[in-house]
């Protein structure tokens, strides 16, 4: 189980880190990386839906999602 879930993150190292959102860079999405201001941060964690204490470590958040946190 851990082996597969290392090989997914090896295999799609650049996918959207957002609740429900499958975008990747292989399908021409612009990823970003969180913001390293920390209340701007938590917004966008919040607004990911993975819960408070989720933390996104190195992932990204392609351009759609991010434009929905932009929005809050
Ligand atoms: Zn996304």
């Given at each position: 189980m851990i082996f597969r879930i290392l090989q997914v993150a090896f295999t799609m190292?650049?996918?959207?880190?957002?609740?429900n959102c499958f975008n990747?860079?292989?399908?021409?999405y612009a990823l970003v990386r969180y913001p390293h201001d920390e209340t701007l941060k938590r917004k966008w964690i919040a607004a990911v839906?993975?819960?408070?204490?989720?933390?996104?470590?190195c992932q990204r958040l392609c351009e759609v999602s991010s434009n929905v946190q932009y929005a809050l």
């Open positions: 190292p650049s996918s959207c880190s957002a609740y990747t860079s292989a399908q021409g839906g993975r819960g408070k204490n989720w933390s996104p470590g």
